[in-house]
């Protein structure tokens, strides 16, 4: 595991002082004085040099505006490294200065970009550079590189969240920062180790992908029912236009007929120019048949006028008898003898109704249009059942392109779902549930764990009003409730009221956080953590301690103890800001409590005004 503490704090002034704070190893490092000194902006100056993107918690009147560069050197592992930061005043930059020796130079340059740094700070804290958040967020993306600068979260309390009701954090309204610990808490208490970690992550990835293809083949399946409607009206058109003789049943025999109609179109032939010359062949014999049927039609009114001739011609039969008497001539009897033929073909006509003149020839005429117009009206129906093109080559041709367009697009939405189904990846996606699945186990009793550790502290730390509960954390809500021993009554933790109580839930948190890192030597998260002010509680607006500061005394001697306990652990550093008085923790025989410089009283802050400002603690 590596163990990572701070070395120094350094401030390039811009009145030509380098401002040096030394702290010490394995001790409660102690910056003290009055307020308005300065020694709040510590935590974010050491946040800052760590590479946070802002400078945010620096006071830019007080600090910021009186500094050029903020420096930090830090070991890990035993070996120092030094980098140094632009103030915001002096020009934000995506550069820094960074010495892997741990070199202090007399002014920083610009020697390394952000980006790279990270990387190396990244490997200093033990990050696999595979290693990746499982799943996103509102914040965060899925799949995002793992930072060191998730687990520095569990090294910071500044004054106002360690007496919070309603968060354990810093920073709890930056979403992003929030977010980042909910996807590395786990890992954060060793409930996930890299291989777990890089399983949860590939397994994450590997569902992810199996979500977007499901999404695919799904939209895939719309898109096939979308396109079985076009195929139907696609093969009702070919058969309107008489190139296939029938519709297939099946949609795949559909997708058949069409393909090859593509590949093999039909040629059309002079269809249209066929079918008006049969209509008006039909429509010919129907009219001249009209005609005939009309003469047919006719038969007794030329009857009729016979009669009316034989009648007209009755006063012949006089004449015939009487001819010598009447037309004494032999021309007179020659033109009636002719007249009484007539008279007596015009009887036997009237006697006889079949001998109608050019009936029998008319009716056959008749007759053989009727079956003229019956052939060619079954041609014209035997073409209609066949369905050829009915309509001008261009129609057709037409239906054709648009038939080969919207077969080419299908087969393009086609192959990448023959390529999705190849990538089968269940099978994966079970062996990594299996890995994650068994370290649910390990979760819940880490989680137990932490619970424990966090209920020891409590033991020296009690609460005010709450003697007997027990405290659990929720990885939720990311607080920590408490719960009577009968589990009847819970107390929601913005509920618990009391400053004091707020600040040992606090404490008692970040202690067990860290002693499960050391003791499980999980190697992200870094060997320190930076109080401000946990004194809060027990001092009136005066700066005068009130009547519960030995409530404040267990904290300290806590702070004390915790290590010297991680001594046999690789060691632990605190940074604690403060303005209590040195004297009142050398009274507690607190032997690891190390004052840093001396007291920031009057003139005397952070930022040193002169030289004459220089002084040994």
Same mark, same amino acid.
């Given at each position: 595991?590596?163990?990572?503490?701070?070395?120094?704090?350094?401030?390039?002034?811009?009145?030509?002082?380098?401002?040096?704070?030394?702290?010490?190893?394995?001790?409660?490092?102690?910056?003290?004085?009055?307020?308005?000194?300065?020694?709040?902006?510590?935590?974010?100056?050491?946040?800052?040099?760590?590479?946070?993107?802002?400078?945010?918690?620096?006071?830019?009147?007080?600090?910021?505006?009186?500094?050029?560069?903020?420096?930090?050197?830090?070991?890990?592992?035993?070996?120092?490294?030094?980098?140094?930061?632009?103030?915001?005043?002096?020009?934000?930059?995506?550069?820094?200065?960074?010495?892997?020796?741990?070199?202090?130079?007399?002014?920083?340059?610009?020697?390394?970009?952000?980006?790279?740094?990270?990387?190396?700070?990244?490997?200093?804290?033990?990050?696999?550079?595979?290693?990746?958040?499982?799943?996103?967020?509102?914040?965060?993306?899925?799949?995002?590189?793992?930072?060191?600068?998730?687990?520095?979260?569990?090294?910071?309390?500044?004054?106002?969240?360690?007496?919070?009701?309603?968060?354990?954090?810093?920073?709890?309204?930056?979403?992003?920062?929030?977010?980042?610990?909910?996807?590395?808490?786990?890992?954060?208490?060793?409930?996930?180790?890299?291989?777990?970690?890089?399983?949860?992550?590939?397994?994450?990835?590997?569902?992810?992908?199996?979500?977007?293809?499901?999404?695919?083949?799904?939209?895939?399946?719309?898109?096939?029912?979308?396109?079985?409607?076009?195929?139907?009206?696609?093969?009702?058109?070919?058969?309107? @236009?008489?190139?296939?003789?029938? =519709?297939?049943?099946?949609? $795949?025999?559909? +997708?058949?007929? !069409? %393909? /090859?109609?593509?590949?093999?179109?039909?040629?059309?032939?002079?269809?249209?120019?066929?079918?008006?010359?049969?209509?008006?062949?039909?429509?010919?014999?129907?009219?001249?048949?009209?005609?005939?049927?009309?003469?047919?039609?006719?038969?007794?009114?030329?009857?009729?006028?016979?009669?009316?001739?034989?009648?007209?011609?009755?006063?012949?039969?006089?004449?015939?008898?009487?001819?010598?008497?009447?037309?004494?001539?032999?021309?007179?009897?020659?033109?009636?003898?002719?007249?009484?033929?007539?008279?007596?073909?015009?009887?036997?006509?009237?006697?006889?109704?079949?001998?109608?003149?050019? @009936?029998?020839?008319?009716?056959? =005429?008749?007759?053989?249009? $009727?079956?003229? +117009?019956?052939? !060619? %009206? /079954?041609?014209?129906?035997?073409?209609?059942?066949?369905?050829?093109?009915?309509?001008?080559?261009?129609?057709?041709?037409?239906?054709?392109?648009?038939?080969?367009?919207?077969?080419?697009?299908?087969?393009?939405?086609?192959?990448?779902?023959?390529?999705?189904?190849?990538?089968?990846?269940?099978?994966?996606?079970?062996?990594?549930?299996?890995?994650?699945?068994?370290?649910?186990?390990?979760?819940?009793?880490?989680?137990?764990?932490?619970?424990?550790?966090?209920?020891?502290?409590?033991?020296?730390?009690?609460?005010?009003?709450?003697?007997?509960?027990?405290?659990?954390?929720?990885?939720?809500?990311?607080?920590?409730?408490?719960?009577?021993?009968?589990?009847?009554?819970?107390?929601?933790?913005?509920?618990?009221?009391?400053?004091?109580?707020?600040?040992?839930?606090?404490?008692?948190?970040?202690?067990?956080?860290?002693?499960?890192?050391?003791?499980?030597?999980?190697?992200?998260?870094?060997?320190?953590?930076?109080?401000?002010?946990?004194?809060?509680?027990?001092?009136?607006?005066?700066?005068?301690?009130?009547?519960?500061?030995?409530?404040?005394?267990?904290?300290?001697?806590?702070?004390?103890?915790?290590?010297?306990?991680?001594?046999?652990?690789?060691?632990?550093?605190?940074?604690?800001?403060?303005?209590?008085?040195?004297?009142?923790?050398?009274?507690?025989?607190?032997?690891?409590?190390?004052?840093?410089?001396?007291?920031?009283?009057?003139?005397?802050?952070?930022?040193?005004?002169?030289?004459?400002?220089?002084?040994?603690?």
């Amino acid at each position: 595991m590596s163990k990572i503490q701070i070395s120094s704090v350094i401030l390039w002034q811009k009145n030509g002082i380098k401002r040096t704070l030394d702290f010490l190893q394995n001790r409660v490092n102690v910056i003290t004085g009055d307020s308005g000194k300065g020694k709040s902006s510590i935590l974010y100056i050491i946040d800052y040099c760590l590479l946070a993107s802002e400078t945010t918690g620096i006071s830019k009147t007080n600090i910021d505006s009186k500094v050029d560069w903020y420096g930090i050197k830090i070991s890990v592992d035993g070996k120092e490294i030094a980098i140094a930061r632009p103030s915001e005043g002096n020009g934000a930059t995506d550069q820094a200065y960074f010495s892997e020796d741990g070199i202090i130079p007399p002014l920083p340059v610009l020697n390394v970009r952000i980006d790279n740094l990270k990387k190396v700070l990244s490997g200093a804290f033990g990050i696999d550079t595979e290693l990746r958040v499982p799943y996103g967020g509102k914040y965060i993306q899925a799949g995002s590189k793992v930072s060191f600068r998730n687990f520095l979260a569990y090294s910071y309390q500044d004054q106002s969240a360690i007496v919070a009701p309603d968060h354990l954090y810093i920073r709890p309204t930056v979403g992003r920062y929030q977010e980042a610990i909910e996807r590395t808490f786990r890992m954060a208490i060793g409930a996930e180790n890299v291989d777990t970690a890089l399983s949860r992550s590939r397994l994450a990835e590997l569902e992810r992908k199996k979500a977007i293809q499901a999404r695919k083949n799904d939209s895939y399946a719309r898109s096939v029912n979308a396109f079985a409607e076009e195929v139907a009206e696609l093969t009702s058109e070919a058969h309107s @236009l008489g190139v296939i003789e029938r =519709i297939p049943e099946s949609y $795949e025999d559909r +997708i058949v007929a !069409l %393909r /090859e109609l593509v590949q093999a179109p039909t040629i059309p032939n002079d269809h249209k120019q066929e079918v008006e010359r049969i209509e008006s062949e039909i429509f010919r014999l129907t009219a001249k048949n009209r005609q005939l049927q009309a003469f047919i039609d006719g038969k007794p009114a030329y009857s009729s006028a016979l009669k009316d001739t034989e009648d007209a011609l009755k006063p012949v039969n006089v004449f015939n008898s009487q001819s010598e008497n009447i037309f004494p001539s032999r021309l007179a009897n020659e033109v009636i003898a002719r007249l009484q033929r007539e008279l007596s073909e015009i009887k036997s006509a009237l006697r006889s109704r079949k001998s109608f003149p050019f @009936l029998d020839e008319v009716k056959d =005429i008749h007759t053989q249009n $009727e079956n003229k +117009i019956q052939t !060619l %009206r /079954e041609e014209l129906a035997s073409m209609e059942t066949r369905r050829p093109i009915r309509y001008n080559p261009n129609v057709y041709y037409r239906y054709l392109g648009r038939l080969e367009a919207k077969l080419d697009v299908y087969r393009q939405d086609e192959a990448p779902l023959v390529q999705a189904t190849k990538d089968d990846l269940d099978d994966s996606i079970a062996d990594l549930q299996r890995i994650v699945g068994q370290n649910e186990e390990k979760s819940d009793l880490t989680k137990q764990e932490l619970n424990r550790l966090i209920n020891k502290r409590l033991v020296k730390l009690p609460l005010k009003g709450y003697n007997n509960f027990s405290a659990f954390f929720s990885e939720k809500e990311k607080l920590i409730h408490l719960h009577s021993p009968d589990f009847a009554t819970v107390e929601k933790m913005p509920d618990v009221g009391s400053a004091s109580n707020y600040l040992y839930l606090h404490v008692s948190y970040f202690l067990a956080i860290h002693e499960i890192a050391k003791t499980r030597q999980i190697p992200w998260v870094p060997s320190f953590l930076v109080l401000d002010q946990v004194s809060t509680p027990y001092f009136a607006s005066d700066g005068k301690p009130n009547d519960d500061i030995r409530s404040l005394d267990k904290v300290l001697m806590e702070l004390n103890q915790f290590v010297i306990d991680m001594d046999k652990h690789g060691g632990f550093q605190i940074i604690l800001l403060e303005h209590i008085g040195k004297e009142h923790w050398t009274s507690l025989n607190l032997d690891r409590f190390h004052l840093v410089d001396r007291e920031l009283r009057d003139s005397y802050g952070l930022i040193l005004e002169g030289a004459g400002d220089i002084s040994p603690a």
